[in-house]
């Protein structure tokens, strides 16, 4: 049977078959010998050992459309990246982290700010003028409140999407709106394990529909570029790209350089001051890193 690989804790790895259930299998030998570790999110084809107590060995790793090394998983059609627009106010420069990343990984991003229920309509024109003309799609949801939520799972539907933010924005309450089993399921899976009650210590993919997932990670309160040069930085911008063609010096790096196409832009309102600044900082730091 073919299912796809959920969860992995300790060896073990928990596939969801749909229509079935959750199993609990190892991997086969083959894989240690042949240096392939099993990722959440593989597809995979199991042989079943025990129906009753839902166990299975991995037999074989489907081909991967796609790898993420932090988190590790395969798979993943796009990212859902969750902050809150207010408590806590948002931290626009690892937002900024963020999106870097995943430009990095030709991963398709939509930013979900939480909380709108409490948060002014200026708060939210700003943010949706800053990132939506970056070209990225801009949600505004409550998750208490329960509003927005039809537009994430419209979003979501079909595809195998990784969930992230930092802790305190409401990622798990998003979560346990889209799916109320899910504590349940993660439950089952932790009493099987003797482990205690469930925390986002791993990636884990929650299925929210057929062949629609969610895939809840770790929250983060750091995210290093340090992989990336301050040459290559500019290009992770790209509401950038339209007005370097206007800057005077070729390899314009928009720092302090005169005639600056980009420069001018900010100063006109055209791009994001925000983001701009982030920019300048974040240059500075993979300077920095560089020097040492």
């Known amino acids: 049977m073919q299912g796809k690989i959920i969860k992995g804790i300790a060896g073990f790895y928990y ?19 042949d240096r392939i570790k099993p990722l959440v999110g593989d597809n995979v084809q199991v042989d079943l050992l025990d129906e009753e107590q839902m166990l299975g060995n991995i037999r074989e790793i489907l081909p991967r459309q796609s790898v993420l090394l932090r988190p590790a998983v395969a ?4 990212a859902l990246i969750i902050f809150a627009i207010v408590k806590p106010d948002p931290n626009f420069n690892l937002l900024d982290r963020f999106l870097i990343r995943m430009e990095r990984q030709n991963l398709p991003v939509i930013i979900c700010f939480n909380k709108q229920d409490i948060a002014t309509p200026e708060e939210k024109a700003a943010l949706r003028e800053a990132y939506e003309r970056c070209g990225y799609r801009v949600m505004f949801i409550s998750a208490l409140a329960k509003e927005g939520l039809e537009e994430v799972r419209q979003a979501l539907n079909g595809r195998t999407t990784t969930v992230a933010g930092p802790s305190g924005v ?13 504590n349940m399921e993660t439950g089952a899976i932790s009493a099987k394990i003797e482990r205690g009650r469930h925390t986002t210590r791993h990636s884990e993919i929650i299925a929210l529909g057929e062949k629609t997932y969610i895939v809840d990670t770790p929250g983060f ?18 509401e950038f790209a339209q007005y370097e063609p206007y800057c005077r010096f070729s390899g314009c790096a928009h720092i ?6 980009v420069k001018d832009a900010v100063e006109a309102g055209r791009i994001s001051r925000v ?6 900082m974040l240059y500075q730091e993979l300077k920095e890193t560089r020097r040492f």
């Open 15 to 33: 596939v969801h078959v749909e229509g079935r259930g959750i199993y609990e299998c190892k991997a086969r030998g083959i894989f240690r010998k």
């Open 75 to 78: 798979n993943v059609d796009q």
């Open 275 to 280: 983001r701009y600044d982030n920019y300048r």
């Open 170 to 182: 409401g990622k798990s309450s998003l979560i346990n709106r889209l799916a109320p089993m899910a």
């Open 221 to 238: 309160t750091s995210l290093a570029i340090a992989e990336i040069t301050k040459e290559e930085l500019s290009s992770y911008y790209p």
């Open 256 to 261: 302090s350089e005169p005639s600056c196409g």
